[in-house]
């Protein structure tokens, strides 16, 4: 130590200064060094005692994921069980529903049993969504199998289920959506001699029949069945050739209007005496692939071009009238307001012509 101060006795005193300098900035970071070597020593042992703790009273059962896993996957003798959800996670996955209709309103709805005819277009997103909102029974019927053409509007079909039965599709697909759901499927024809066998269950009648059928014939003979039977049906009309989402409406047979297909339905339903009291969701929008300019000679009225996005329309249309009559949801009813801008043109055309006849007035009306 003498030897240092005698060491900076000797030298001027702006030499003096800097040394000190340099002395005090070397103890400084030699002090903080040590420092941050002791702080990263006790955080590693934190770190070391709080996983030790979090190891120590973590549960030693599966998570809560791998037990739904686990549970959707048992089998029995060889054969897959039916799975069974805890309560409380089916009441999470049905929360929004819960909100907008209700406890009870949802209770009712998975008690409800339901029999889809037809799972294309229009009927596969009618089977998926009621599934996910909640619906306790399906049955799926349709007799075809998933074509190449399907892709583009199906509800679940993927490229590997291509030569697959539409209805088995649905039902496995389902089965991971809604584990909690009943799912019955069957591949076959529905014609007069079928119906007690696809919609019946026992002596348990569905709550609904969807009809999303294509030949006039079977929703007819569907419809007739149902009325005999006190069924509710639902039925939809071709979304073939359609655009305007905001053309497409729900309300009953008797006040359709400017859709070809729904015509003739109404008109041989009124031959059996059904003049009212069958739903349908249709559109009004003109159908412009029937002009002449657009028929061929190999064109075919079943075989317009669909749009995936208004097919799956039509189906929401289906699954939300649904819902709301199983929920008894008095908040809303069938509107019967329906825009008639021909009939309204034809009745001032009609008014104008007489008031001319009568009063010689030949005013322009507007």
Same mark, same amino acid.
């Given at each position: 130590?003498?030897?240092?101060?005698? %060491?900076?006795d000797?030298r001027?005193?702006?030499?003096r200064?800097?040394l000190?300098? #340099?002395?005090a900035?070397v103890?400084t970071?030699t002090?903080?060094?040590?420092?941050?070597?002791l702080?990263?020593?006790?955080?590693?042992?934190?770190?070391s005692? %709080?996983?030790q703790?979090i190891?120590? &009273?973590?549960?030693?059962?599966p998570?809560?994921?791998?037990?739904?896993?686990?549970?959707?996957?048992?089998?029995v003798?060889?054969?897959?069980?039916n799975?069974?959800?805890d309560?409380?996670?089916?009441? &999470?996955?049905l929360a929004?529903?819960?909100? %907008? /209709?209700g406890e009870?309103g949802?209770r009712k709805?998975?008690?409800s049993?339901? #029999?889809?005819?037809g799972a294309?277009?229009i009927?596969?997103?009618t089977?998926l969504?009621?599934?996910?909102s909640?619906l306790?029974? $399906?049955?799926i019927?349709?007799?075809?199998v998933i074509?190449?053409?399907?892709l583009?509007r199906?509800?679940?079909?993927?490229?590997?289920?291509v030569g697959q039965?539409?209805?088995l599709?649905?039902k496995r697909y389902?089965?991971d959506?809604?584990?909690q759901?009943k799912?019955e499927?069957k591949?076959a024809?529905v014609n007069?001699?079928?119906?007690d066998t696809l919609i019946l269950?026992g002596?348990?009648?569905?709550? /609904?029949v969807?009809?999303?059928?294509t030949?006039?014939?079977?929703k007819?003979m569907l419809? !007739?069945?149902?009325?005999?039977?006190?069924?509710?049906? #639902?039925s939809a009309?071709s979304?073939g050739?359609?655009?305007?989402p905001?053309? $497409?409406?729900m309300?009953?047979?008797n006040l359709?209007?400017a859709?070809?297909?729904?015509?003739?339905y109404?008109r !041989?339903?009124?031959k059996?005496g059904?003049d009212r009291g069958?739903?349908v969701v249709?559109?009004?929008?003109?159908?412009v692939h029937?002009?002449? &300019?657009?028929v061929s000679?190999d064109?075919?009225? @079943?075989?317009?071009p669909?749009?995936?996005?208004?097919?799956?329309?039509?189906?929401?249309?289906?699954?939300?009238y649904?819902?709301? !009559?199983?929920a008894e949801?008095?908040?809303?009813?069938l509107p019967?307001?329906?825009?008639?801008?021909g009939?309204?043109a034809?009745m001032?055309?009609e008014?104008?012509? @007489?008031?001319e006849f #009568? /009063?010689?007035n030949?005013?322009?009306y /507007?």
């Amino acid at each position: 130590m003498n030897s240092i101060s005698s %060491f900076l006795d000797k030298r001027p005193e702006g030499s003096r200064l800097t040394l000190t300098a #340099v002395a005090a900035t070397v103890l400084t970071a030699t002090a903080l060094l040590g420092y941050q070597r002791l702080t990263r020593s006790r955080i590693e042992q934190d770190k070391s005692a %709080f996983h030790q703790v979090i190891k120590e &009273e973590k549960p030693s059962g599966p998570a809560i994921i791998s037990l739904i896993d686990d549970e959707m996957h048992k089998t029995v003798n060889g054969e897959e069980a039916n799975p069974v959800i805890d309560e409380t996670l089916v009441e &999470e996955l049905l929360a929004r529903n819960i909100a %907008f /209709f209700g406890e009870e309103g949802v209770r009712k709805i998975r008690q409800s049993y339901v #029999v889809v005819l037809g799972a294309g277009a229009i009927g596969s997103w009618t089977a998926l969504m009621l599934v996910r909102s909640g619906l306790g029974h $399906i049955r799926i019927v349709d007799r075809g199998v998933i074509g190449v053409d399907s892709l583009t509007r199906h509800a679940v079909a993927k490229v590997s289920d291509v030569g697959q039965s539409k209805s088995l599709i649905m039902k496995r697909y389902l089965a991971d959506i809604a584990p909690q759901a009943k799912v019955e499927t069957k591949q076959a024809e529905v014609n007069v001699h079928s119906l007690d066998t696809l919609i019946l269950t026992g002596s348990r009648k569905p709550d /609904f029949v969807v009809d999303t059928l294509t030949d006039v014939k079977d929703k007819v003979m569907l419809a !007739q069945y149902c009325r005999e039977h006190d069924i509710q049906i #639902v039925s939809a009309m071709s979304a073939g050739s359609k655009a305007d989402p905001s053309l $497409i409406q729900m309300t009953d047979v008797n006040l359709t209007m400017a859709d070809p297909l729904a015509r003739m339905y109404r008109r !041989q339903l009124r031959k059996l005496g059904i003049d009212r009291g069958v739903p349908v969701v249709y559109s009004i929008e003109k159908n412009v692939h029937m002009g002449k &300019e657009k028929v061929s000679e190999d064109f075919r009225r @079943r075989s317009l071009p669909i749009l995936s996005p208004v097919a799956s329309m039509f189906g929401m249309a289906l699954t939300t009238y649904i819902l709301v !009559q199983l929920a008894e949801f008095t908040a809303y009813k069938l509107p019967t307001n329906k825009m008639r801008d021909g009939v309204y043109a034809r009745m001032q055309k009609e008014l104008a012509s @007489r008031e001319e006849f #009568v /009063f010689n007035n030949t005013g322009v009306y /507007f």
